[in-house]
């Protein structure tokens, strides 16, 4: 059964750091884009970024709206995706999911349950 | 960025209605287009992708249709378990971008 769980959610200060994981299993997790979408509370859903496969290169991608200040990494021996977020803001408040980009449209056919974020004083 | 207008934001339906939810895109995203559905405190689920494949196990009611920059979500007969709110998705370019949602209810 393919599979994707988040952690490492929690409450944070504004300026503070705090970095997600997501671990896949079910599938080979390095053939695979990953990508992370947040969705703040009562809102729609906000694409964060991607990491593309081994094949291209592990290369990335970032909303701007986050870019400089998040960094998508993943460690394919431990089929584990992660999403560093430095300078958090109030505005980053949401559940963070991580989701699986599947066939040749790299539409997002597996997601995890989430993983919820606070940035708060 | 690719900006993706659904309509109608809100929609109210009965079991056994077909309902049609559009999405208009702001430039050409040939079919780099999907669906998603979502349930209130669940993630999103894959319905249909480029455009108009069904993704596998979703019922056959659902179905999806493309013409230039507009783009339609068809439920041909309501069930209980389908009201939620749904997303159109492009992956034509980065960023990748949804559109606003469709909350659909039942009347």
Sequence with gaps: ?121 | DIQLTQSPSFLSASVGDRVTITCRASQGISSYLAWYQQKPGKAPKLLIYAASTLQSGVPSRFSGSASGTEFTLTISSLQPEDFATYYCQQLSSYPITFGQGTRLEIK
Excluded at chain 1, 19 to 39: E, I, K, P
Aim: include cysteine; glycine fraction near 12%.
């Design chain 1, 1 to 121: 059964e393919v599979q994707l769980v988040e952690s490492g959610g929690g409450l944070v200060q504004p300026g503070g750091s705090l970095r997600l994981s997501c671990a896949a299993s079910g599938f080979t997790f390095s053939d695979h884009y990953m990508d992370w979408v947040r969705q703040a509370p009562g809102k729609g859903l906000e694409w964060v970024g991607r990491s593309r496969n081994k094949a291209n290169s592990y290369t990335t991608e970032y909303a701007a709206s986050v870019k400089g200040r998040f960094t998508i990494s993943r460690d394919d021996s431990k089929n584990s995706l992660y999403l560093q977020m430095n300078s958090l803001k109030t505005e980053d408040t949401a559940v963070y999911y991580c989701a699986r980009g599947g066939g040749d449209y790299r539409h997002f056919d597996c997601w995890g349950r989430g993983t919820l974020v606070t940035v708060s004083s």
